[in-house]
């Protein structure tokens, strides 16, 4: 099955300007801002411009330019925010929910930058 993108998905319309967006960081092919629902005292959603659906899809179909470059912007929101370890910070979690069972909400891919406090464990053990 193939990865079919809506164009209309918030994350779209941030990108388009149709939304606005409390901006943390823009590069040439990503974008890091705010989360309006924050789940932890730093939340920030670091997207890429193109239109992919998750993390699988961009690693398959994007460019080089377009990976190295959201990796990137990853590790700079860490440092802007203040929770990379090696610039004093305790820690963060990076988060790329995917499809259904992944409970991912808006199809465009986007990692959720946490951190700000202990943030407990990710998964109860079954």
């Known amino acids: 099955m193939g990865y079919s993108y809506d164009t209309n998905n ?6 388009r300007r149709e939304i606005p967006n409390k901006t943390v960081l823009e590069t040439e092919h990503s974008l890091a801002f705010e989360d309006i629902d924050p789940q932890a005292p730093v939340h920030i959603l670091v997207i890429p411009k193109g239109p992919y659906v998750s993390l699988d899809h961009f690693t398959q179909k994007a460019s080089d330019a377009e990976i190295v470059d959201f990796n990137r ?10 929770v990379q370890p090696s ?38 053990k079954t």
């Open 73 to 82: 912007a990853i590790g700079e929101v860490c440092k802007i925010t203040g």
């Open 10 to 15: 918030v994350f779209a319309k941030i990108l």
């Open 87 to 124: 610039s004093e910070g305790n820690g963060f979690r990076a988060i790329a929910n995917t499809g259904e069972d992944g409970l991912q909400d808006v199809p465009h891919l986007h990692v959720h930058i946490l951190g700000g406090r202990r943030l407990g464990r990710m998964l109860v």
